[in-house]
């Protein structure tokens, strides 16, 4: 079901209503779970037997970890957790890509394969729901959280449609406690929600879909365009994927506040950062938080050495490329990006702009204003790498992509003054 459909627009006043005039918090509960699961079947009926194996397997691996004390039983269990969810991903994400380029790759040295592919439909929110269900495994096995005992509870962390489909990604340690909590209708909170959930409709159906519009009329057919054509289609993707993308995420945010969850923010005005390093703590939030605790940290960190520590940098932002969608265009930006923070990082500019937002605050309007002022050319530098790194990720292929990228300034200089 989605957000911005008339479906959606009834399904979720009656289920917010009925929720508040339920007299329990486990009927509440379960309403929820109910509604959730019909949200999310609306896509494809199959979909939930997906997502409930992915629940139960998590379910019974915390419970297997909470009962042991024993190191290699526990890894054995969140073992079982990796392998099972991260198969299932692998199986409906990437196996035809993986396959197609293996056998790309036994073709250069004569080695005949034929691919098989798999014709399956990628299930809706699978990389979100995924995420947040192993994150809370792995707490589990961290010894950060208690192994949730309540079935149902736990089936509505994975399955809580607000965020069900295109995040925030939810910790188990910020989301789950909430569904043990009786929320009573508060005015205020309402008035709160509804106005990011008309703020995140705006964004989405006002703003973004318009702007696809001049984007896939160039990005869809590239080689009938060039020059000024491409930088307006690339500029009008980057609002339209942040309008897309911080759109459903308010919509999100707002519609669970109104029923008393809180969920993360997962963009801080990304566009306004003045390195890589900044932009990539203010966009999806809840993904960049994710690979630094369940995926750089666990690589070592920074704890390892320098050298170690840029390639730690460099494997998440690859990973992250690959999660966004089984292509070579995910991946090189990715890798984009990767190179970009390692740049910055070996520079010191990342910190460095931190710094400067702290001495900023100490210093007087004037210098400050002045600093602004200044500060907009490294914001405007960003701003034209992440665009560029753009091209590839909304290009359909790879040789589109190179195809673009040649022939954005043909044109620009045949202007007569």
Known sequence: MLFNSLHFLIFYPVVTLVYFLMPTLRVRNILLLIASYYFYMQYKPEYGLLMLLSTLIDYFAALGMSRTNKKTVKNLWLLMSLCGNLGMLFFFKYFNFFNANVARLLSYFNVAYQPLSIDVLLPVGISFYTFQTLSYTIDVYRGDLQAERDFFDFALYVSFFPQLVAGPIERSTNLLHQFKVHHDFDADRAVSGLRLMVYGFFKKVVIADRLAVIVNTVYNDPTQYEGVIYIIATIAFAFQIYCD????????????????????????????????????????????????????????????????????????????????????????????????????????????????????????????FIGGVAGIIPMLLTFAFINFTWVFFRARTVSEALFMLPRFLNGLGTFDL
Do not use: Q
């Not at 008393?260 to 932009?279: A, D, I």
């Open 245 to 368: 993308f911080s759109g459903y995420s308010d919509i999100a945010i707002g519609s669970a506040r109104i029923m008393g969850f809180g969920l993360m923010k997962n963009f801080e005005r990304p566009y306004f950062s003045k390195s890589v390093t900044e932009f990539w703590r203010r966009w999806h939030i809840s993904l960049s938080t994710w690979f630094r605790d369940y995926l750089y940290i666990p690589l070592g960190g920074s704890k390892k050495g320098y050298l170690r520590t840029l390639l730690n940098l460099f494997i998440i932002f690859l990973v992250s490329g690959l999660w966004h969608g089984a292509s070579w265009t995910f991946v090189i930006w990715g890798a984009l990006n990767g190179i970009a923070i390692i740049i910055e990082r070996i520079l010191g500019i990342g910190k460095r702009v931190k710094e400067d937002k702290i001495a900023g605050r100490r210093k007087s309007p004037a210098i400050r």
